[in-house]
T-cell receptor, first 118, second 115 residues
Framework: EAGVTQFPSHSVIEKGQTVTLRCDPISGHDNLYWYRRVMGKEIKFLLH????????ESGMPNNRFLAERTGGTYSTLKVQPAELEDSGVYFCASSHLQLTSGRGGTQYFGPGTRLTVL | AQSVTQLGSHVSVSEGALVLLRCNYSSSVPPYLFWYVQYPNQGLQLLLKYTSAATLVKGINGFEAEFKKSETSFHLTKPSAHMSDAAEYFC?????????????FGIGTKLQVIP
């Protein structure tokens, strides 16, 4: 079974530019999560999709960040325009939706995208 | 709110020595606790998880963790360190959000194994 994949692995852009990160979850996983780790800090939750719907986007830093999951498969996270403080590693995770309890299953993480904003 | 605190951002052990990585949690409800590992240039990998069954949880690569409610701890141990254990380890707790999981991570502990 293929794991969670993310593209690109690294991205270096200048302040003010736009970057789009992509995440392909494990096939069949309805839950998809985005997290971010700024250097020296904790990995922080950004948002959560159940299929194509945003379940919780309380961790999104501001309206420069836009996440989509059209069709309930892969997801994109766009940063426009990028600022210096957006630099960090962006992780995506996916899990099964456990219908009996409504709780999501164990989250499986991708390798992350390292974003550097100059 | 739920949180985890990892004591020691860097830990060094000799090859063959005991590995002990400390994690304390704060939770208003019975928590689900996890340890993840990130090897160099790789993603986060689940080492083990506690879900209110057995308090001693065994994971991959010889790691285990014990849930101690009285101490609000979930320390990670391995009897004998191997060079390949050098990585960053994250303790994490889930927060229910409308019935779904939102993972809250500790700051991470980098483990160095000295030959």
């Amino acid at each position: 079974e293929a794991g969670v994949t993310q593209f690109p692995s690294h991205s270096v852009i200048e302040k003010g530019q736009t970057v789009t990160l992509r995440c392909d979850p494990i096939s069949g996983h309805d839950n998809l999560y985005w997290y971010r780790r700024v250097m020296g800090k904790e990995i922080k939750f950004l948002l959560h999709f159940v299929k194509e719907s945003k379940q919780d986007e309380s961790g999104m830093p501001n309206n420069r960040f836009l996440a989509e999951r059209t069709g309930g498969t892969y997801s994109t996270l766009k940063v426009q325009p990028a600022e210096l403080e957006d630099s960090g590693v962006y992780f995506c995770a996916s899990s099964h939706l456990q219908l009996t309890s409504g709780r999501g299953g164990t989250q499986y993480f991708g390798p992350g995208t390292r974003l550097t904003v100059l | 709110a739920q949180s985890v605190t990892q004591l020691g951002s860097h830990v060094s052990v000799s090859e063959g020595a005991l590995v002990l990585l400390r994690c304390n949690y704060s939770s208003s409800v019975p928590p689900y606790l996890f340890w993840y590992v990130q090897y160099p240039n790789q993603g986060l990998q689940l080492l083990l998880k506690y879900t209110s069954a057995a308090t001693l949880v065994k994971g991959i690569n010889g790691f285990e963790a014990e849930f101690k409610k009285s101490e609000t701890s979930f320390h990670l141990t391995k009897p004998s360190a191997h060079m390949s254990d050098a990585a960053e380890y994250f303790c994490a707790v889930t927060k229910n959000s409308g019935g779904y999981q939102k993972v809250t991570f500790g700051i991470g502990t980098k483990l160095q194994v000295i030959p």
